[in-house]
């Protein structure tokens, strides 16, 4: 079954524990992107990837840290989390970076920084 | 600018009424896609469809159907003879052109609606 698959789905962690939050495909699409939904404020790009070792900031970068060493993966490392990146958090991917190309996206992650 | 503007934050309607939730949208580009999605309770990103900036064309699917005026930057969403089971936030979203890159999308901050029986 095509899909985008994230792990965990639900995290409660502390301020400054290092995490990561996994992303991964199998539709080998080019395309990466992590979005955060915050009430009022709908869904904010963080982060993209364009292609392998090709990534770029989105509107809210600050905090958080990808990387894309194999086409299929794409997690988001947060270094230093803060109670201000309390938030849920969606991997999307697409065949391509195109407008054209429809992004499907995964179950998303309630992430809790106390 | 590039922005989605979803002025509904809640509609509350009952069982079998139809309800129409608007969406404008702000864009330089010539070329773009729009989308809608529905978030249920359980949280996931349901899509609903996509339309391109050059088919204006209304579309209907079952009890829903959209509206596309280009005139107005307006993509609404209608659901006729609604149902307790389409209660959930729905978020119209913009995917500007950029030049072919990034396929980002924009997001409207959402209406949540929801249906009484």
């Known amino acids: 079954e095509a899909q985008v698959t994230q792990n965990p789905r639900y995290l409660i962690t502390v301020t400054g524990k290092k995490l990561t939050v996994t992303c991964s495909q199998n539709m080998n699409h080019e395309y990466m992107s992590w979005y955060r939904q915050d009430p009022g404020l709908g869904l904010r790009q963080i982060y993209y990837?364009?292609?392998?070792?090709?990534?770029d900031k989105g509107d809210v970068p600050e905090g958080y840290k990808v990387s894309r060493k194999e086409k299929r993966n794409f997690p988001l490392i947060l270094e230093s989390p803060s109670p201000n990146q309390t938030s849920l958090y969606f991997c999307a991917s697409s065949l391509q970076g195109s407008a054209y190309n429809e992004q499907f996206f995964g179950p998303g992650t309630r992430l809790t920084v106390l | 600018a590039q922005k989605v503007t979803q002025a509904q934050t809640e509609i509350s309607v009952v069982e079998k009424e139809d309800v129409t939730l608007d969406c404008v949208y702000e864009t330089r580009d010539t070329t773009y896609y729009l989308f809608w999605y529905k978030q249920p309770p359980s949280g996931e990103l349901v899509f609903l469809i996509r339309r391109n900036s050059f088919d204006e064309q209304n579309e209907i699917s079952g009890r829903y159907s959209w509206n596309f005026q280009k005139s107005t930057s307006s993509f609404n969403f209608t659901i006729t003879a609604s149902q307790v089971v389409d209660s959930a936030v729905y978020f119209c979203?913009?995917?500007?052109?950029?030049?072919?890159?990034?396929?980002?999308?924009?997001f409207g901050t959402g209406t949540l609606l929801a249906v009484q029986p």
């Open positions: 990837s364009m292609n392998v070792e090709v990534t």
């Open positions: 979203a913009l995917s500007p052109n950029y030049g072919g890159a990034t396929n980002k999308l924009i």
